[in-house]
Nanobody, 129 residues
Framework: QVQLVESGGGLVQAGGSLRLSCAASGRTFSRYAMGWFRQAPGKEREFVATISWSGAITYYADSVQGRFTISRDNAKNTVYLQMNSLQPVDTAVYYC??????????????????????WGQGTQVTVSS
């Protein structure tokens, strides 16, 4: 089992920044690819970004490319999502996810389609106009 706890959400004005954190426990963090997803009210959960267990591969949704950055610190068992130039359309509950596997490219690709082994409880991000 892997337990994931998100933090760092809150209320920010349009154009502002937030950094989300996701602390993992339970299994060897460095063996899991990590990802961020979000779900806005009345919408389905959507992919935001993933990062492989080595950190060598990152992948972003087109809607956040160039504004958001995913990173990880394996020594701290934590993955981050730096969000810049936030807009009201970014308002959502943000979820952290983890997946294991043998091939970093395959796991990252699979996660981007929403197929993840573990999920956190989410943290609310609200962007005001």
């Amino acid at each position: 089992q892997v337990q994931l706890v998100e933090s760092g959400g809150g209320l920010v004005q349009a154009g502002g920044s937030l950094r989300l954190s996701c602390a993992a426990s339970g299994r060897t963090f460095s063996r899991y690819a990590m990802g961020w997803f979000r779900q806005a009210p009345g919408k389905e959960r959507e992919f935001v970004a993933t990062i492989s267990w080595s950190g060598a591969i990152t992948y972003y949704a087109d809607s956040v490319q160039g504004r958001f950055t995913i990173s990880r610190d394996n020594a701290k068992n934590t993955v981050y999502l730096q969000m810049n130039s936030l807009q009201p359309v970014d308002t959502a509950v943000y979820y952290c996810a983890a997946s294991g596997g043998f091939s970093e490219p395959i796991v990252v690709s699979t996660m981007s389609r929403g197929k993840c082994d573990y999920w956190g409880q989410g943290t609310q991000v609200t962007v005001s106009s």
